[in-house]
T-cell receptor, first 111, second 116 residues
Framework: DQQVKQNSPSLSVQEGRISILNCDYTNSMFDYFLWYKKYPAEGPTFLISISSIKDKNEDGRFTVFLNKSAKHLSLHIVPSQPGDSAVYFCAASYNNNDMRFGAGTRLTVKP | NAGVTQTPKFQVLKTGQSMTLQCAQDMNHEYMSWYRQDPGMGLRLIHYSVGAGITDQGEVPNGYNVSRSTTEDFPLRLLSAAPSQTSVYFC???????????????FGNGTRLTVT
């Protein structure tokens, strides 16, 4: 059972525009959420996180929004840069040891 | 600072063979874990450890064994390889005793395993 879903396998945006990556989850017990970024032939690296008690967290060009009632979170990248081209994984956890990941969204930022 | 080191980078096995995927971290992290990444499935947790001498099962533990004799090392053993175990395997660690909000995972660069 996939408790964390990223329904868009890929996204393409123009440099300088906004990238919006979406993630839905089914388990209402999840209490924190993270986004990881992965380049080819490398492991995922942590990007940004949010606790379930918040609805927004911002770090530079990256903002994560959480809508608990809709069980939905999104990652906004503004402005998008070619170096942001990567696979982005959404992750969620409810007991600190069992982190569930989505299938990933491949972002391509065109110059 | 090497971080999380996985060896080998690539491996081809025949069905029924056994092997050990190595993982070492030099950050003195308590928590270590193994994930497998399959197309359309994301990363799925195989086993994890919250400290030396302590291991537990994740979401997809069948066919895999782990041990944690030291803080630094967390090897993953495939007992009898099957084609369904063809995947990319990632080892990860975090500074706390859990993979929590305040101590996100640090991943290695992965081992690509093919079982024929």
């Amino acid at each position: 059972d996939q408790q964390v879903k990223q329904n868009s396998p890929s996204l393409s945006v123009q440099e300088g525009r906004i990238s919006i990556l979406n993630c839905d989850y089914t388990n209402s017990m999840f209490d924190y959420f993270l986004w990881y970024k992965k380049y080819p032939a490398e492991g995922p690296t942590f990007l940004i996180s949010i606790s379930s008690i918040k609805d927004k967290n911002e770090d530079g060009r990256f903002t994560v929004f959480l809508n608990k009632s809709a069980k939905h979170l999104s990652l906004h990248i503004v402005p998008s840069q070619p170096g942001d081209s990567a696979v982005y994984f959404c992750a969620a956890s409810y007991n600190n040891n069992d982190m569930r990941f989505g299938a990933g969204t491949r972002l391509t930022v065109k110059p | 600072n090497a971080g999380v080191t996985q060896t080998p980078k690539f491996q081809v096995l025949k069905t029924g063979q056994s092997m050990t995927l190595q993982c070492a971290q030099d950050m003195n992290h308590e928590y270590m874990s193994w994930y497998r990444q399959d197309p359309g499935m994301g990363l799925r947790l195989i086993h994890y450890s919250v400290g030396a001498g302590i291991t537990d099962q994740g979401e997809v533990p069948n066919g895999y064994n782990v041990s944690r004799s030291t803080t630094e090392d967390f090897p993953l053993r495939l007992l009898s390889a099957a084609p369904s175990q063809t995947s990319v395997y990632f080892c990860a660690s975090s500074p706390g005793r859990t993979s929590s909000y305040n101590s996100p995972l640090h991943f290695g660069n992965g081992t690509r395993l093919t079982v024929t």
